[in-house]
């Protein structure tokens, strides 16, 4: 049974930094592209941000630039180093195991001053 557990949501200030991470077990790790998706309230689950097993990475265009996703097959982990936050930012962020489709429970990031 596939399980991922998000971290490191909370508030911050508009123009502030937030790294998320999430570490997955019952999977074979290294051979699942992963990816963080977000949704804020009255909205559709949206990409974030994909990261492929050879670490191609793809983002939304709103994120570009500001945002990276990695991974550390060691750790069975994948991280969202998120810069120059905006409140439109504001979502639950959950993690996707792009190969089983599974998903964390997710972690809810607040950007507001």
């Known amino acids: 049974q596939v399980q991922l557990v998000e971290s490191g949501g909370g508030l911050v200030q508009p123009g502030g930094s937030l790294r998320l991470s999430c570490t997955a077990s019952g999977i074979g790790f290294s051979i699942h592209a992963m990816g963080w998706y977000r949704q804020a309230p009255g909205k559709q689950r949206e990409l974030v941000a994909t990261?492929?097993?050879?670490?191609?990475?793809n983002y939304a265009d709103s994120v570009k630039g500001r945002t990276t996703i990695s991974r550390d097959n060691a750790k069975k982990s994948i991280y969202l180093q998120m810069n120059s936050l905006k409140p439109e930012d504001t979502a639950v962020y959950y993690c996707?195991?792009?190969?089983?489709?599974?998903w964390g429970q997710g972690t809810q990031v607040t950007v507001s001053s």
């Open positions: 990261i492929s097993t050879g670490g191609y990475r």
């Open positions: 996707h195991d792009e190969y089983t489709l599974s």
